[in-house]
C-alpha cells in the first residue's frame, strides 16, 4: 500500500505508532503464532532497506522478502511464486495453506488465523467479513444514485484470509491481467478459476484496516490499553504498611480491568517472575523502607533482562512518600532531583521513568484523598507513556 | 441508535469525549452553521432527560426534541412530522430543505452542508458518499462468498444527507412498513416513492461514523487536535528576555501546524482580544518579572470570560524561571506551591492549570536545550489536556 489516504507522505505500513512502526506490530502478531512457518512480505525496491531495517531492529524472525508488484493482487502473487516450489528463494517450502493478511492490520489474533485456516482446509478458502458499517449504493455515471444494497444482505470483506495454496496460487496463474490489476479481492479470484466457494468467518472489529489518520490515533490508543492491562506493584516492604496497603487498593480501582499483581523485592532483591517481565509494561514501584532511589535502581537492573522494552515503552513510577511533619517538601524535591538523570539513562532503553511524591498527613480523611490522588497520577502516567515527561516528579 | 457495537453500555451519542456526550458536538457543529434554522433531534423517551440536560449545560440554541422510533427511519419519520405544517411543536415551520444527519458524526463542517443542500435544491435530494475501505461480498445461505462487487463501482453512502422537504417527507408517508422496519437508506426511499435520483457528494474522511470503541479514540485524539491548533502566550514583558524569545521560537517549533500568537499582558493587563478569548483553547503564562502567580492570575480572570470552557477543557501553562545560581531549587518549589490549590479552583471550570518551572544555566548550550524541554513539556501538556496532572510543577 502507498497510503495515500493518510494524507501523509509515509506509506501508512511504515507510520509510526509509539515509535514503532506500524507493520511491526502486524508481524509481531502473526509470528506470535507458533504455528505459522514463515512470513513473506512484499515490498516496493524503495522500501527494502527500510523493511530489512525493521526486520533487524524488531528482531523479526522468519519474514522473508519479496519485491512488490504496481498492484495488490500482483503483490501478492510475488508473494506466492517465492512460496512455490519452483520459488526463487529457497529456504521457503511451499506450505498446505497460505495466509493473505495486511500489514495495516496490526490487531489480528491467533484465533481468527485459526478459524481461516481451519475453514480453508475443508473448503480451500475462507476469509474474515464484518457487517457494513453504511450502506453501500452504485453511482450512475452522472455522479447520482442508481440503487442501494440492502446493507443487511452485504458484508465488508476483511482481512485475514487463508487457501489451500495450490487453490489460490492456480486462480493467480489463470486469471487475467485486469483481474491483477483492476481486482481487490483475492476470494473472488479462487472462485472464479478454481470454482472454490470460500467460507465467510466472522471476524472481530479489531481486524479493522488502519486507513485514515485517525485510524492511526485509534490503534495507538488500543495499544497503549492493552499494554496497560498488567500492572506490577513492586515494594521494598513485605508487610504491608498503611499507605501501601491504601495505594494498592486505590490502584486496583484506578486499572479496573487491569491485572494488578503486587510483589516486594525486599531488601534482598528477589527476582520478578519470568512471566512478569515478558508480559508486564508497567511497573510502580514504592519505596518505604529507601526513601532514595534504591530500590528503583533494583527494578530497572531487572527490566534490562525485559526484551519487552523492544516493543513497547516500559514505564516505571517510582513512589515515595513524605510525611508532612518530617523534612521540609523543598529538601525533599532537591533529595529525588537525581531522577532526572536516572531517566535520561533508562529512556535510551525505551523505560519511561516517572517520580511520584506523596505527600501524607495523619488525619486519615485527607490521607485518603492524597493517596488517592496519587493513585490517578500513576494511572495517568501509565496510560499515556508520555515520553516528553519522562524524569518528572509528581506531587500528590 | 443504541451503540450495540460500542461495546459500551450507553448509548454512542451520549458517550463522554473530553468530559462531554459525543452529540452534543455534533449538535455544536450543526448550530455553528447559522443558515441552518432548527435542528431536531429523535430520542427515546428512556433518554428525554439526559438530552434536556445536555441541552442546557451546553446551552444548545434551536434543538427541539422529538420522539425517536423503534428503527432509524421511523425516527427520521418522526423528526420530519414534527417539522410538517401540521407537525405537533408549533415553534417549527415547515422548511423548504431538511438536512438529515447522524449524532455519532460530530466533525461535520459547513462546507459539506452546504454542498447537500445547494444539490438538493436543484435535484430534490443529495448525500454524502465515501469511497468503500473494504471490498463489499454477498453471502450466501450456507456462509459461502456468493459474489464480491468491484469495489470501484460502488461507494459508501454517508451523512449529511439534504432533502427538499415535500421530497422526503412524501416518500415516508408513502413508503411501506417494511422499509420503515428494514430499511436503512434514505436516499433509497426518495428514488423509489418519488422518483428522485440523489446527487452524489464527495465527502470528507471526517464525516465518518462513530461506530466502535476505537472510534471514540479517533473521535478524541481528532478533537485534541483541533483544539491544539492555537496556542497564546501571554508574558508580562513586553520587550522578548532571551529565554522568552527562545521558548517562544521553540513552541512555534513544537506547534508547527498551530498558529502560535504572543502577547504582553504587561503589568497593567491589557485584555486580551476577544477573538482570542472566543477561539483559543491553549495558553502559556510566561512570567518574568514577577516570579510568583500574578500574571497567571490576570489570564485566568479573563478566561472567565470566555465560554470557551463549556464546551473543552482549557490549557493554561504557567511558566516560571529559575537561574541555576540565585535561590535554591527547594525554596523555589516551595514557593510555587500554592499552584495546586490554585489549579483546585480554576479545575471547576474546566480549565487545567499546569507549573512548569525552566531551570537556565548561563551556558548558551545548555540553555538551548532546557527551554527546548520546557517547551516539549508544554506541547505534551497541551496535547493531552489530562486533567489527573492538573497542578502539577513540573521541572526542565
Avoid at 189 to 201: E, H, M, R
Wanted: hydrophobic share 40%; net charge negative; proline share 4%.
Amino acid at each position: 500500500g502507498c497510503g495515500e489516504r493518510m494524507g501523509v507522505p509515509t506509506p501508512k505500513q511504515f507510520c509510526l505508532v509509539l515509535e514503532r512502526p506500524l507493520i511491526s506490530y502486524a508481524l509481531q502478531a502473526l509470528e506470535s503464532v507458533h504455528w505459522i512457518e514463515d512470513v513473506v512480505v512484499a515490498v516496493t525496491r524503495e522500501n527494502t532497506e527500510a523493511m530489512e531495517a525493521i526486520i533487524q531492529r524488531y528482531q523479526h524472525k522468519r519474514v522473508s522478502l519479496v519485491e512488490s508488484g504496481v498492484t495488490r493482487h500482483r503483490s501478492i502473487f510475488n508473494g506466492l511464486r517465492a512460496l512455490a516450489e519452483d520459488g526463487p528463494d529457497t529456504k521457503l517450502s511451499k506450505p498446505e495453506v497460505v495466509i493473505i493478511h495486511d500489514a495495516v492490520r496490526p490487531f489480528v489474533e491467533e484465533d481468527v488465523l485459526l478459524k481461516v485456516v481451519i475453514a480453508a482446509k475443508e473448503h480451500g478458502a475462507a476469509g474474515a467479513i464484518r457487517p457494513l458499517v453504511s450502506t453501500v449504493i452504485s453511482p450512475s455515471a452522472d455522479g447520482c444514485l442508481d440503487h442501494s444494497l440492502e446493507r443487511a444482505r452485504y458484508k465488508a470483506s476483511e482481512m485475514p484470509q487463508a487457501f489451500l495454496f495450490d487453490v489460490i496460487y492456480k486462480a493467480y496463474q489463470q486469471c487475467s491481467d485486469y483481474d491483477l490489476d483492476f481486482g481487490t479481492e483475492c476470494l473472488q479470484l479462487a472462485l472464479q478459476y478454481c470454482q472454490t466457494k470460500a467460507k465467510l468467518v466472522e471476524g472481530s472489529p479489531d481486524l479493522w484496516k488502519v486507513t485514515y489518520k485517525r485510524d492511526l490515533y485509534a490503534a495507538e490508543a488500543v495499544i497503549k490499553e492493552r499494554i496497560s492491562q498488567q500492572i506490577c506493584i513492586v515494594k521494598d516492604v513485605k508487610e504491608d504498611g498503611e499507605h501501601v496497603g491504601l495505594l494498592e487498593e486505590m490502584l486496583k480501582n484506578e486499572f479496573k480491568h487491569a491485572d494488578v499483581t503486587s510483589k516486594a523485592l525486599g531488601p534482598a532483591a528477589g527476582d520478578l517472575p519470568r512471566v512478569t517481565l515478558e508480559r508486564c509494561c508497567s511497573f510502580v514501584c514504592v519505596n518505604v523502607m529507601n526513601s532514595d532511589f534504591h530500590e528503583t535502581q533494583k527494578l530497572l537492573k531487572l527490566l534490562e533482562d525485559s526484551h519487552l522494552s523492544i516493543f513497547y515503552p516500559l514505564v516505571v513510577i517510582s513512589v515515595h512518600f513524605l510525611a508532612y511533619n518530617s523534612v521540609s517538601f523543598g529538601e525533599k524535591m532537591e533529595d529525588l532531583r537525581q531522577i532526572r538523570e536516572l531517566a535520561k539513562e533508562v529512556k535510551k532503553r525505551n523505560i519511561l521513568l516517572y517520580g511520584l511524591l506523596i505527600c501524607y498527613p495523619q488525619e486519615e480523611l485527607k490521607l485518603q484523598q492524597r493517596v488517592g490522588q496519587g493513585a490517578a497520577i500513576i494511572a495517568a502516567l501509565i496510560k499515556e507513556r508520555n515520553p516528553s515527561l519522562a524524569g518528572q516528579l509528581l506531587v500528590a
